[in-house]
């Protein structure tokens, strides 16, 4: 079992920078694949970044080049720097956790941290 509490969110002009942070419960953070999802109203949940546990990394194309995941396994977090804040980026922002173990896929997620950009 994996608890995700989300903290970082806030309102921030366009342009602005925003540090997200993922702190995760439990004795196996390094097995776990970790990303960032979000959601805005009326749209679709969407994966923002990704960061496995073997550190590889990918994101969506919209945030490429302004966003960075990164982790710390010995602090058991997950952080999304996010530079150059655009209006579009306003979204509730999710901390998302994956764990395959042998053939049972385990999946957890935080309650949400709003971001909201103001142009």
């Known amino acids: 079992q994996v608890q995700l509490v989300e903290s970082g969110g806030g309102l921030v002009q366009a342009g602005g920078s925003l540090r997200l942070s993922c702190a995760a419960s439990g004795s196996t953070f390094s097995a776990y694949d970790f990303g960032w999802y979000r959601q805005a109203p009326g749209k679709q949940r969407e994966l923002v970044a990704a960061?496995?546990?073997?550190?590889?990394?990918n994101y969506v194309d919209s945030v490429r080049g302004r966003f960075t995941i990164s982790r710390d396994n010995a602090k058991n977090m997950v952080y999304l720097q996010m530079n150059s804040l655009k209006a579009e980026d306003t979204a509730l922002y999710y901390c998302?956790?994956?764990?395959?173990?042998?053939?049972?896929?385990?999946?957890?997620w935080g309650q949400g941290t709003q971001v909201t950009v103001s142009s």
């Open positions: 960061i496995g546990g073997d550190s590889n990394i």
């Open positions: 998302n956790a994956v764990r395959w173990v042998v053939y049972d896929r385990r999946e957890y």
